[in-house]
């Protein structure tokens, strides 16, 4: 059975930090990984990704302020949010995919964390 179980998040004042871990069971995290946001209304997006062989990739709203790292042997998952701002105000997933380079398509992710709110004020 794959099981997601995410932890950190909560709410902040802009400028600040948070750490968002995501443990995996049935998923190694040796896979291919990542960190989506939904918004309010707005459809899931990828945030940060880290294939297979350790490769991040950013989306362009959060490069140089968040890093997305993994520990194979933990199987955890990982998202440190730096200089955070109130467009960041979220629901966070963390996601594990069975392909070597699954991007930022949410269909090439088959397995999901519940979610984590995170809230930032200005």
């Known amino acids: 059975q794959v099981q997601l179980v995410q932890s950190g998040g909560g709410s902040v004042q802009a400028g600040g930090s948070l750490k968002l871990s995501c443990v995996t069971s049935?998923?190694?995290?040796?896979?291919?990984m990542g960190w989506f946001l939904q918004a309010h209304g707005i459809e899931r997006e990828g945030v940060a990704s880290?294939?297979?062989?350790?490769?991040?990739r950013y989306a362009d709203s959060v490069k140089g302020r968040f890093t997305i790292s993994k520990d194979n042997a933990k199987n955890t998952l990982w998202l440190q949010m730096d200089a955070v701002k109130p467009e960041d105000t979220a629901v966070y997933y963390c996601?594990?995919?069975?392909?070597?380079?699954?991007?930022?398509?949410?269909?090439?992710?088959?397995?999901w964390g519940q979610g984590t709110q995170v809230t930032v004020s200005s």
């Open positions: 996601a594990g995919a069975p392909y070597v380079a699954p991007g930022f398509i949410p269909a090439n992710f088959n397995a």
């Open positions: 880290i294939n297979a062989y350790g490769v991040a």
């Open positions: 049935g998923h190694p995290a040796s896979r291919s």
